[in-house]
């Protein structure tokens, strides 16, 4: 299920906002409390053309232990791993926002 999810995700990405970047890869690591989703995007030039830049993003869920369950309330906000600084609500919003800073869209 999670990999139709990221798979529509890319195709929407694609059909809405192609010239913006475009998805590497996604990932879901971790278990229990040490849980976290890694986004890497690839930007593109001011002419619409793939750059070989690409940005890094992930977010951290929120987990207490309990009983050898784990208890998972909620998701930290997006950040991008190279300037950890900001935090967004969403990765498309990181990778904007990531892209930009590189002078890039």
Known sequence: MKKFLFSLIGICLCVFNASAYQIL??????????????????????????????????????????????????????RDLRDPTDNYHDWKSAASACCKKKGLR
């Not at 989703?37 to 750059?51: A, F, L, R, W």
């Open 25 to 78: 890869s996604t990932k879901e690591f971790g278990k229990d409390d040490a849980k976290n989703q890694n986004v890497i995007v690839k930007c593109t030039t001011d002419t619409g053309k793939m750059s070989e830049e690409t940005c890094s993003l992930r977010r951290y869920v929120k987990c207490n232990s309990k009983d050898k369950k784990s208890m998972c309330t909620s998701w930290q906000p997006w």
